[in-house]
């Protein structure tokens, strides 16, 4: 149950596109779809973005997408702004393990 | 509305023990799977343990099996994390969050701190 690897921090402008990764092994991400993408601001709950790879909840922005290849899946924020700054963490599900893993978690700053 | 709330966290010696629990509202609560995620002080999230709707299955990550026990009361809509033996590693904020089935954690509660220290 090693944790997923994610960049430490990435940054943009305001206006501007990221894509954070999410790199895992073929025991998770690589063999199921359950990844999921969620966005904490200090102090904050922790809020889903993205479930199944790619699924947005309702209520959420259509600026924030999520995709998968093998052993990565990428959260791509849109049109940057301001209140994006806050950390991000994946998550996979494995069926063979029965299991969760969370990502290192990424820092986002809006320069 | 929705609502997910912890309690019984606090301060506890190490080797000794703590049950949290979490109260459910505003939804059908034996239709979902429930985890317990916790995280340390300035540290990621770990994912704990998950029971499923009926209670009947249940799945612990390798740091608590054999410590911590999740259980739930859908009379109560509730869900209880027992949790034994504890060290200093097991110090953060504890999260109960419902599951889409085992596509993620749609809605979290506010967390309680436990705090494992002599």
């Known amino acids: 149950q090693s944790a997923l690897t994610q960049p430490a921090s990435v940054s943009g402008s305001p206006g501007q596109s990221i894509t954070i990764s999410c790199t895992g092994t073929?025991?998770?991400?690589?063999?199921?779809?359950?990844v999921s993408w969620y966005q904490q601001h200090p102090g904050k709950v922790p809020k889903l973005l993205i479930y199944?790879?790619?699924n947005r909840p309702s209520g959420v922005s259509s600026r924030f997408s999520g995709s998968k290849s093998g052993t990565t899946a990428s959260l791509t924020i849109y049109g940057l702004q301001a209140e994006d700054e806050a950390d991000y963490y994946c998550s996979s599900y494995s069926t063979s393990t029965t299991t969760y893993v969370f990502g290192t978690g990424t820092k986002v700053t809006v320069l | 509305q929705l609502q997910l709330v912890e309690s019984g966290g606090g301060l506890v010696e190490p080797g000794g023990s703590l049950r949290l629990s979490c109260a459910a509202s505003?939804?059908?609560?034996?239709?979902?799977?429930m985890s317990w995620i916790r995280q340390a002080p300035g540290k990621g999230l770990e994912w704990i343990s998950y029971i499923t709707g009926s209670g009947r299955t249940i799945y612990y990550a390798d740091s608590v099996r054999g410590r911590f026990t999740i259980s739930r009361d859908n009379a109560k809509n509730s869900v209880d994390l027992q949790m034994n033996r504890l060290t200093a590693e097991d110090t953060g904020v504890y999260f109960c969050?419902?599951?889409?089935?085992?596509?993620?954690?749609?809605?979290w509660g506010q967390g309680t701190l436990v705090t494992v220290s002599s």
């Open positions: 969050a419902r599951q889409i089935a085992v596509a993620g954690f749609d809605r």
């Open positions: 073929s025991g998770d991400i690589g063999d199921y779809n359950y």
């Open positions: 199944d790879v790619s």
């Open positions: 505003g939804f059908t609560f034996n239709a979902h799977y």
